[in-house]
């Protein structure tokens, strides 16, 4: 076929046009440093840059998400640490009334110990970025309130034990605070379960004991009695030490017959009862939400931290001593035994934070690696780049010359 010198003039010009649009793409890459700049570009290399970013841009919500609880736990495990430095200052100074060349400082220790309380509620109420640290899941509401007349406290959220959850990875939901009631509250845990073949009528008794303000002892005794299928009533019964009865109820509860979970108490949304008597002092609650019923035989328990209130028992403490008498044996006990709940609280908040560190870090390894992916995808080589730029240019001017040479002249004076 004979080689014309239209069809030159055609091939040589699409080269040209070929070698200029490289040149300028090279050029636009230089210039953004970013050799996809449309998806035209490279196709694939725009799917998996989009895949990337998305997936980066989870990673990075989740970050977000991690470093605020670990701002929250560690906002927490400070107020729990002062909280329990005032408590070991406390437990010194109740040693100090043992002494009795010390009788004469009651007033003084008096003092000291509504200036404690008045520092534990204030501890109580910390906040971090707006949230109180132990409101429960209603974290906008002031969850203790403190007289400083009467000495009295008060819990004021309406969900003290109530969780707030962060999601640190679409697999992970962390519980990241520590409720009110959880570690201040004198709560008597009902858990294991019923017998669901059991017959109408069965009943189940525990018993346990709680203290006043005062320290007095006072007898918590529960019957549990089927009433119907999956139904029961819970009995309770707070007595002195002559039997009489100080607070008493019957409540229903009502588990659901396939999953044998409670789901009713009285016919509301199970929670702890509240039982609050002013004379004697007595405030402490009753939590049946882990009871269940099963196809097994019955497994009731019962178990309980702190044996009385703490606050009352610090005012009540408090009161005494301004009237010369030293705090009874099962108010100091009930001191040492809050400090080994707090203990116990801030190792359990402890774990928490180093979880949420853990996937911290890997969240962090993930970021770098994904942004190491996009970059590759995304990213241009600038010494590659300038290497083609420079061997483009030569080419092109290379054609330029070498085409001066075997094209007829006409053509060239257009160019």
């Known amino acids: 076929m004979k080689v014309t010198d239209f069809i030159l003039q055609n091939t040589y010009l699409y080269n040209i046009n070929r070698q200029k649009y490289d040149l300028n793409k090279v050029q636009e890459q230089i210039t953004t440093q970013q050799k996809v700049n449309r998806p035209s570009d490279s196709p694939l290399g725009t799917a998996r840059i989009i895949r990337f970013t998305e997936q980066l841009g989870s990673i990075q919500t989740y970050m977000s998400n991690a470093e605020n609880a670990n701002g929250f ?27 009795a060349l010390n009788s ?20 109580a109420n910390e906040e971090y970025d707006g949230k109180y640290l132990f409101a429960g899941s209603t974290f906008y509401d002031k969850p203790f309130s403190f007289d400083e007349a009467t000495l009295d406290t008060t819990f004021n959220s309406s969900t003290p034990n109530g969780s707030h959850t962060i999601r640190l990875s679409k697999s992970i939901e962390q519980k990241i605070n520590i409720g009110g009631d959880d570690l ?4 008597m845990k009902l858990n294991g379960n019923f017998d ?8 189940s008794d525990l018993t346990n004991t709680i203290y ?7 007898g918590v005794e529960i019957t549990y009695t089927k009433t119907a299928d999956n139904q029961y009533s819970m009995q309770y019964n707070i007595t002195d030490d002559s039997s009489n009865v100080i607070a008493n109820d019957t409540l229903d509860l ?4 396939t999953t044998g979970e409670l789901v009713t108490v009285d016919g509301a949304d199970p929670s702890a009862i509240s039982i609050d008597t002013d004379s004697p002092k007595i405030r402490f609650k009753i939590d049946p939400t882990n009871l269940k019923e099963a196809d097994k035989a019955a497994a009731l328990a019962q178990d309980i931290d702190l ?15 301004a009237n010369g008498e030293k705090p009874t044996a099962n108010q100091v006990a009930l001191i040492n035994d809050f400090n080994n709940h707090i203990l116990n609280k801030l190792s359990e908040e402890g774990n928490i934070a180093n979880r949420i560190d853990s996937v911290l870090n890997q969240l962090t390894n993930e970021e770098t690696n994904i942004k190491e992916l996009v970059s590759n995808e995304k990213d241009t080589d600038m010494v590659k780049a300038a290497l083609d730029l420079q061997t483009l240019n030569y080419s092109l001017e290379y054609a330029y010359k070498i085409s001066s040479m075997i094209l007829p002249q006409s ?5």
């Open 73 to 99: 736990v560690t906002k927490t495990i400070s107020s729990m640490q002062s909280i329990q430095t005032i408590v070991s200052d406390i437990q010194s100074l109740l040693v100090q009334t043992d002494n």
């Open 104 to 123: 004469g400082s009651f007033e003084n220790y008096a003092q000291k110990i509504e200036s404690y309380l008045a520092n534990i509620v204030d501890y």
């Open 184 to 187: 201040f509250a004198s709560v």
């Open 196 to 203: 669901r073949s059991a017959a109408v009528g069965t009943t």
């Open 212 to 218: 006043d303000a005062d320290g007095n002892e006072y």
């Open 254 to 257: 009502a588990f659901d017959a």
């Open 307 to 321: 044996k009385g209130d703490f606050f009352n028992t610090l005012a009540s403490i408090s009161t005494k001593l």
């Open 411 to 415: 053509l060239l004076d257009y160019l």
